[in-house]
Nanobody, 115 residues
Framework: VQFVESGGGLVQAGGSLRLSCAASGFTFSWYDMSWYRQAPGKERELVADISSDSGRTNYADSVKGRFTISRDNAKNTVYLQMNSLKPEDTAVYYC?????????WGKGTLVTVSL
């Protein structure tokens, strides 16, 4: 099982980024997926999750209305569209899947939002 995130970078406040997480090594379409983030000096927190069939999504209050999680099961990829970014969104963003009863994490992608 492997997850590889991409799409992070430096963006000004109010800007947008789209993160991608490419999954491999398991039947992606069977499993819910999540995005987490960890800011410097803080604990890792859930940003959003999505059910296996995209029928259900869930967001942290801090990102509701600004971020959108989606997935393409044909491409084994989950996305996080981030709009109206704020400096407090600065963090390393990770994708996670609970596969075969075990949590698997990617290595993360850094998002930095400047004033």
């Amino acid at each position: 099982v492997q997850f590889v995130e991409s799409g992070g970078g430096l963006v000004q406040a109010g800007g947008s980024l789209r993160l991608s997480c490419a999954a491999s090594g398991f039947t992606f379409s069977w499993y819910d997926m999540s995005w987490y983030r960890q800011a410097p000096g803080k604990e890792r927190e859930l940003v959003a999750d999505i059910s296996s069939d995209s029928g259900r999504t869930n967001y942290a209050d801090s990102v509701k209305g600004r971020f959108t999680i989606s997935r393409d099961n044909a491409k084994n990829t989950v996305y996080l569209q981030m709009n109206s970014l704020k400096p407090e969104d600065t963090a390393v963003y990770y994708c996670k899947g609970l596969v075969y009863g075990t949590n698997y994490w990617g290595k993360g992608t850094l998002v930095t939002v400047s004033l």
